[in-house]
Each structure stands twice: as C-alpha cells, then as structure tokens.
C-alpha cells in the first residue's frame, strides 16, 4: 500500500514522458515527475520516495525530504493564506494546508507555528493542524529534572522560545540559557531544568553541575586543538565575546577552563586560554 505524507519503498515499473512510474507490492502505481528522476536507473530497481498530493489531489512522488511525516511535529513558518486556511511551508514545492478550524488562534503570515501533519480521510490530502492539545500538552508530566530530552523550537517569545519537549510537553527556553546558534524549527538535544508546581517546564541547552562543566571542559579542549592551543578569551573577556568564541556563558566558560588548569591541562590568562603542552 503507498502511503501519503509517508516514506515509501517502490519499484521502477516503468518509464513515460512525464516520469517514471513506481509501484508497490500490490501493483499500485504512483508518478515519480521527470526532474525527480535519477540519472541512471533500470525498470525494476528500488527507490525510497515521499508521496503527497498533487494540485488535483492526487498521489505525487520525490525525492525530496519534507520536513515533516505523518503523525509528526514540526516548526512551519506561514507562506500564504485564503479564505479557507493558511499555507505553511514544509519543504515541497506545494506548501501544506491548515484550514481555519484546524488552527488554535488565527495564524499570520511570516510567523512560525507548532504544526503537527495529518492525512484527511475523506480527500486522502496531507493536512496540518496547530491544535495539538491531544497531543502535546502537560497534564502528566513524563520527564524529570536533569533529564536529556529532544526539543523542537517551536514559537519565539520576548524573554525565549517556546519548544515542544519529546513530542509530548510544552517548555520554555529563556534567552538566558541560550549560548550557541537557535533557529525556528531546530531539533536540538536540550535538559530539563525545572518543573514547576504548575506542571510548567523549563529547559537548558547545557547539562547543570558537575557533568556540565566536564562537557564544557571537553569542548573547549577540542576548540584549542582547531585552534593550534590558544583561544582568544580568557579571564576578563566581555561575556558576549565568550558566547560567540565558545557557545558558552562566561560562568561555565570559567568553571570548565579552572578545571582544566587545575589538572595541569590549560594556563588561563586575561584574554587567553592556552594549553600547556603547546609550550613544550
């Protein structure tokens, strides 16, 4: 069975003006167009295609990768609307439709929304939906403190964004605990820093304690051998500037670099960090 909004593996079955026709084992048959085409092939070969809807709702192959699948949840930036929904963009050339009575609050064009990809069964078209309440929500938590969980950055807000935790809460990071690159719509690994009695759920892009300083530690080692043994941040650099050179705050920065010289591994200066054996 070929499956819309899905991963399928197909057979070459044959070949037209307009593509190549796939079929699966039951003999369905789905048009891969020509500038999908792969430069070398033969009836009978296996391919891995996506398939959605075309203009006339009908099954369409390619090869290229959505950023979403059925069941799943991504962050979509609104392209387009009309009097019936809104249009996301999620990778394919024909953007994803989110019909007004699938969205949880009127959805503008530029912004980013949580949306998860459904297939309707009445047209068999790849449909998106901000109402996630069934399926992200926190009304019984499953993580816990310290604990490393997938985050998608899903909505900006003024103090951080709002992300989807493994698929299943809502959490927040704050631009406090943001020390390297975040772009709407990432998939990042992320910790949870604390639960709140409102079942409110905060998260940092660094592990806290011991464990964090030794990452940090790790990391900036491996900076130094990139960097032939010497940083340009040390001591008393500007916060900021060690953001930029290490994605690190200065606190950790600091915490990971006197571990470091404590085992005889790095000298720390006002604006370096270098390492000792380079010195020998």
């Known amino acids: 069975m070929i499956r819309v909004a899905n991963y399928n593996r197909l057979t070459i079955a044959r070949e037209t003006d307009n593509g190549l026709y796939l079929t699966d ?3 369905h048959e789905v048009l891969l167009p020509k500038r999908y085409m792969p430069e070398s092939y033969a009836i009978g070969d296996p391919m891995e295609v996506f398939v959605y809807t075309d203009s006339e709702d009908r099954p369409v192959a390619t090869t290229e990768q959505p950023k979403i699948v059925e069941g799943g949840i991504a962050a979509l930036q609104a392209v387009g609307f009309n009097y019936h929904g809104t249009f996301v963009d999620w990778g394919l050339p024909k953007d994803l439709f989110v019909p007004k009575r699938n969205q949880q609050a009127p959805m503008m064009v530029g912004e980013w929304y ?3 990809l ?10 998106g939906t901000t109402k996630l309440g069934k399926r992200v929500n926190n ?4 993580v816990r403190p310290k604990e490393e969980v997938d985050i ?5 807000k003024p103090k951080g964004y709002r992300v989807v935790i493994n698929d299943r809460h809502w959490g927040m990071l704050y631009d406090n605990q943001i ?3 975040v772009k709407l719509g990432m998939r990042m690994k992320g910790y949870v820093r604390k639960i709140a009695e409102d079942h409110r759920i905060d998260i940092s892009l ?3 304690g011991f464990n964090q300083v030794k990452i940090a530690a790790d990391a900036i080692l491996k900076m130094l051998d990139e960097a032939d043994g010497i940083l340009s941040v040390g001591d008393k650099s500007d916060p900021e500037e060690v953001r930029l050179t290490t994605g690190m705050s200065k606190k950790i920065f600091k915490r990971a670099v006197g571990y470091l010289k404590s085992h005889g591994v790095v000298e720390i200066g006002d604006r370096t960090v270098e390492r000792i054996e380079r010195k020998k």
């Open 206 to 208: 660094q592990q806290e």
């Open 118 to 127: 459904y297939v309707d069964n009445v047209t068999g078209r790849p449909v």
């Open 114 to 116: 949580a949306v998860a």
């Open 139 to 142: 009304d019984e938590i499953t």
């Open 25 to 27: 084992e039951e003999g």
């Open 152 to 156: 998608l950055i899903a909505v900006r």
């Open 179 to 181: 020390f390297t690159d």
